[in-house]
């Protein structure tokens, strides 16, 4: 858990405070009207005040709570593990449960066949393998209940520089070496699947794709999975 940590901090930019803050100013865009209508296509048939939800990597909650206000009776459960994120969920409704763990290889037992709905929106990237993961899913979900995974695919290098990086000058005869060396290692780790992988990994682990909208002109992927 601790080297998670230690990579997460680094991912998230090295300044954790800042990273919890950046995801909330982030939430409505992650969280915008595409998204919220592919939700409502494939989860709204699965929302109730009886159902059991998951927000894998919740950050600091935001969704959670939003979802709390329209089911105050529904099992809503938050999974994450930056010290920083976990800082800062404060007025969370009491229907919102964190559990704290690494979702690289969850060590939480749930029991099978009791969770309606699971989100992972902007985590799968983050982790260093996806299938132990998958796996658990697959056996928490209901049959028939629907795992949703939002996240950036890979793209060509020259428009994630222009997207991420837009400042560097890479005509400068002194780019800063720093910068470049981040820069460089954050599109590795934001550009590990293409969406057919992640789609036949899904396949792989016993999911059935209900639908893949590529979005933001190729870079980043909605998918439907349904558990079978
Ligand atoms: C890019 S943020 C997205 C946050 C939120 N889902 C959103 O869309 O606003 C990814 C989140 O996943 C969490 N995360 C990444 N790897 C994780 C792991 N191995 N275990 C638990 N949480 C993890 C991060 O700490 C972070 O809060």
Same mark, same amino acid.
């Given at each position: 858990? *601790?080297?998670?940590?230690?990579?997460?901090?680094?991912?998230?930019?090295?300044?954790?405070?800042?990273?919890?803050?950046?995801?909330?100013?982030?939430?409505?865009?992650?969280?915008?009207?595409?998204?919220?209508?592919f939700?409502?296509?494939?989860?709204?048939?699965?929302?109730?005040? *009886?159902?059991?939800?998951? /927000?894998?990597? +919740?950050?600091?909650?935001?969704?959670?709570?939003?979802?709390?206000?329209?089911?105050?009776?529904?099992?809503?459960?938050?999974?994450? !593990?930056?010290?920083?994120?976990?800082?800062r969920?404060?007025?969370?409704?009491?229907?919102? %449960?964190?559990?704290?763990?690494?979702?690289?290889?969850?060590?939480?037992? #749930?029991?099978?066949?009791?969770?309606?709905?699971?989100?992972?929106? !902007?985590?799968?990237? %983050?982790?260093?393998q996806?299938?132990?993961l998958?796996?658990?899913?697959?056996?928490?979900?209901?049959?028939?209940?629907?795992?949703i995974?939002?996240?950036?695919?890979?793209?060509?290098?020259?428009?994630?520089?222009?997207? *991420?990086?837009?400042d560097?000058?890479?005509?400068?005869?002194?780019? /800063?070496? /720093?910068?470049?060396?981040?820069?460089?290692?954050?599109?590795?780790e934001?550009?590990?699947?293409?969406?057919?992988? #992640?789609?036949?990994?899904?396949?792989? +682990?016993?999911?059935?794709?209900?639908?893949?909208?590529?979005?933001?002109?190729?870079?980043?992927?909605?998918?439907?999975?349904i558990?079978?």
């Amino acid at each position: 858990m *601790q080297k998670t940590t230690e990579y997460l901090r680094h991912h998230h930019g090295g300044d954790g405070d800042k990273a919890a803050e950046k995801t909330v100013q982030s939430y409505a865009k992650n969280h915008d009207a595409d998204f919220r209508q592919f939700w409502d296509r494939h989860c709204a048939a699965h929302l109730s005040d *009886q159902a059991s939800v998951i /927000d894998l990597g +919740c950050g600091t909650g935001l969704w959670l709570n939003e979802l709390a206000q329209t089911y105050p009776q529904a099992k809503l459960t938050g999974f994450e !593990l930056a010290p920083y994120m976990l800082k800062r969920m404060d007025n969370l409704a009491t229907n919102v %449960e964190i559990i704290s763990d690494d979702l690289n290889n969850p060590t939480t037992e #749930l029991a099978d066949n009791s969770v309606d709905i699971v989100l992972a929106n !902007l985590l799968i990237h %983050e982790l260093h393998q996806p299938v132990t993961l998958f796996c658990k899913l697959r056996r928490w979900l209901k049959p028939g209940g629907v795992f949703i995974l939002c996240d950036m695919v890979r793209q060509p290098l020259a428009d994630y520089l222009q997207h *991420q990086y837009a400042d560097i000058d890479l005509a400068s005869q002194t780019p /800063d070496y /720093d910068v470049l060396v981040n820069a460089f290692q954050h599109f590795q780790e934001h550009n590990r699947y293409h969406p057919d992988d #992640l789609i036949q990994l899904l396949q792989q +682990c016993g999911f059935k794709i209900a639908a893949a909208d590529t979005f933001k002109n190729g870079r980043a992927v909605r998918i439907a999975a349904i558990s079978v």
